[in-house]
């Protein structure tokens, strides 16, 4: 268990909708990154926020955005979504913005299927 | 970002040891270079990471080429609970600090 906490576990929804992602970093964590599994494409880095702040950016679609809320727990949302969007979804937190040694522990992930 | 190379998959008996390599020609003078892994159906755990020095920790052990174009993973005695993906990462000191992950080689510890 890496304390990284990611809800829901499972999502399934239709073309078009959107959908929210949560997750919630390890105690003392500031950063918090999320990343998207596909089977073709493997993991791609989305975003990463450090303190509420957006730190870095990824592959991350305009029909994504994310946020991170003062207590630190981040949510990542997902619209007008397509069949290409259904993927695993980790988030990761690591304890400053990334820089080496600052491990990145990631959660369980969500899968997201989109019919 | 610099790329790196693994095998697509390996095999090793349990119990054995398992050595893991990566090539990473295009490494610069300031990248490190770190190991994840993903078990089944659980997000990536980080394994180890080191610069230049052979680096040991209570997983496993990363031996780095004097040129450090290339590394391996050092699994001293797998399990079956090893069974996972392992991704060799380069991440540079400056700039963004995303992980870049490549296609990761495949373990299967047989019984």
């Known amino acids: 268990d890496s304390g990284v906490t990611q809800t829901p576990k499972h999502l399934i929804t239709a073309t078009g909708q959107r959908v929210t992602l949560r997750c919630s970093p390890r105690?003392?964590?500031?950063?918090v990154y999320w990343y998207q599994q596909s089977l073709d494409q493997g993991l791609q880095f989305l975003i990463q926020y450090y303190n509420g702040e957006e730190r870095a950016k990824g592959n991350i679609l305009e029909r994504f955005s994310a946020q991170q809320f003062p207590d630190l727990h981040s949510e990542l949302n997902l619209s007008s979504l397509e069949l290409g969007d259904s993927a695993l979804y980790f988030c990761a937190s690591s304890v400053g913005q990334g820089a080496i040694g600052d491990t990145q522990y990631f959660g369980p992930g969500t899968r997201l299927t989109v019919l | 970002d610099a790329k790196t190379t693994q095998p697509n998959s390996m095999e090793s008996n349990e119990e054995e040891p398992v050595h893991l390599p990566c090539n990473h020609s295009t490494i610069s003078g300031t990248d490190y270079i770190h190991w994840y892994r993903q078990l089944p159906s659980q997000g990536p755990e980080y394994v180890i990471h080191g610069l230049t020095s052979n680096v040991n920790n209570r997983m496993a052990s990363l031996a780095i080429a004097e040129d450090r174009k290339s590394s391996t993973l050092i699994l001293h005695r797998a399990t079956l609970r090893d069974a996972a993906v392992y991704y060799c990462i380069l991440r540079g000191t400056s700039g963004t600090y995303k992980y870049i992950f490549g296609t990761g080689t495949r373990l299967k510890v047989l019984a």
């Open positions: 105690s003392g964590d500031l950063s």
